[in-house]
């Protein structure tokens, strides 16, 4: 078997881009059982994921978790899928097609502006051999967690430089490492909250849910839990709220052992208990709506905090579309562009004045780079 894949097809005159990669975490193809178990599988072998040993941990995902969760997972799926897909999908596409034509307007149409999933479809190595085979020679991926954490943004970049394993020929490429304390991005989230309380009046508490990872994760150096704090205490000055108005937890625990606390549907609980009557939940730790902010939290938590007696739940939704957002991630792009941005873009006559040289110098299109 070789080594490295093909090369794509070349010629001395093929325009050479730049393109920007969005990556979002994943999702099923359906909301069925049948399209859960190999998203499932795929998602909880990354050995980021989940830092078991990986002979027990095959066992307990292929003996119990495989067998029983795409079950239920594609029930909850079902109730927040819609006609277009699943939401995370459908807002993670808009938002590209959005930053394409933003950064066009200022003056970067010629960008190759694509998205793909770590988990799922279309996928990583897929999009980036597309990039590719269009000509991109320089390559800006932006993992879409505000907040950096092994599980998530390093688990593309592994996948990013798996795939560079199998090329002969490399771009260049540049990460966006984290935007957890980006003013457009701490920006377009106040907005979002302020617009929210115009129509619906200001809560006793904002909860601030953020994604959970196991505790031990914190222990052992990942800075997640310390990024998610600045987000929470940034987005509270930008508010001005005082410290006890707000409060950062987190969801989505998986399995028996500690994850980060508090727990978000816990302390919920505990508000309403001790008689807070009226809570806003954000998730600031998610740039779109997905199954964990529409149907944990929009829903169960909903129904958690009124069955302990709260009287009023409102889900903020995440920044999806809005324009203040897409306007900041062309700005992060940009800013992470840098220099690549100051080369003057080929046109026509500069690519046919590259042609002319190799030419003259005995170059044939066959030749390699």
């Not at 920007?20 to 859960?36: D, H, Q, S």
């Not at 097609?97 to 770590?118: S, T, W």
């Not at 203040?324 to 006559?349: K, T, V």
Request: net charge neutral.
């Amino acid at each position: 078997m070789a080594r490295f894949r093909p090369e794509p097809a070349f010629s001395h005159d093929q325009t050479r881009r730049i393109g920007v990669l969005l990556v979002n975490l994943g999702t099923p193809e359906a909301p069925t059982a049948a399209a859960l178990r190999p998203y499932l599988r795929q998602f909880l072998s990354d050995p980021r994921v989940v830092e078991i040993p990986r002979p027990i941990w095959w066992l307990i995902l292929n003996g119990i978790i495989l067998t029983v969760r795409p079950k239920k997972s594609a029930e909850k799926y079902a109730t927040v899928w819609t006609s277009e897909g699943s939401p995370l999908k459908v807002h993670t596409e808009r938002q590209t097609k959005l930053l394409k034509g933003y950064l066009g307007m200022q003056g970067h149409g010629d960008l190759m502006v694509e998205y793909a999933m770590r988990y799922g479809a279309p996928s990583i190595p897929e999009t980036l051999e597309r990039m590719r085979a269009a000509g991109c020679s320089r390559i800006l991926v932006i993992p879409a967690y505000p907040q950096y954490a092994a599980s998530t943004t390093a688990s593309v970049m592994d996948e990013v430089a798996g795939c560079m394993l199998e090329w002969r020929n490399m771009p260049e490429i540049r990460f966006v490492r984290d935007f957890a304390a980006h003013a457009g991005y701490i920006g377009a989230l106040a907005a979002s909250v302020r617009e929210h309380w115009m129509r619906n009046g200001e809560p006793e508490k904002l909860v601030m849910s953020f994604h959970g990872i196991p505790r031990f994760s914190l222990d052992k150096g990942d800075p997640y839990h310390c990024e998610c704090q600045k987000t929470g205490r940034l987005l509270a000055e930008a508010l001005d709220l005082p410290r006890d108005r707000y409060l950062v937890t987190f969801q989505s625990r998986f399995g028996k052992a500690e994850w980060l606390q508090p727990y978000t549907q816990p302390t919920l609980e505990t508000l309403a208990d001790e008689g807070v009557r009226s809570v806003d939940v954000i998730c600031p730790g998610f740039v779109a709506d997905c199954l964990e902010t529409l149907e944990e939290i929009a829903v169960e938590c909903r129904d958690a905090f009124l069955a302990h007696g709260g009287k009023r739940f409102h889900f903020i939704p995440c920044l999806n579309e809005r324009d203040d957002w897409i306007r900041s991630l062309a700005r992060i792009a940009i800013e992470h562009l840098g220099n690549w941005l100051e080369q003057p873009q080929e046109n026509d006559e500069m690519r046919h004045e590259r042609l002319s040289r190799a030419r003259a110098l005995g170059a044939t299109d066959k030749d390699a780079r």
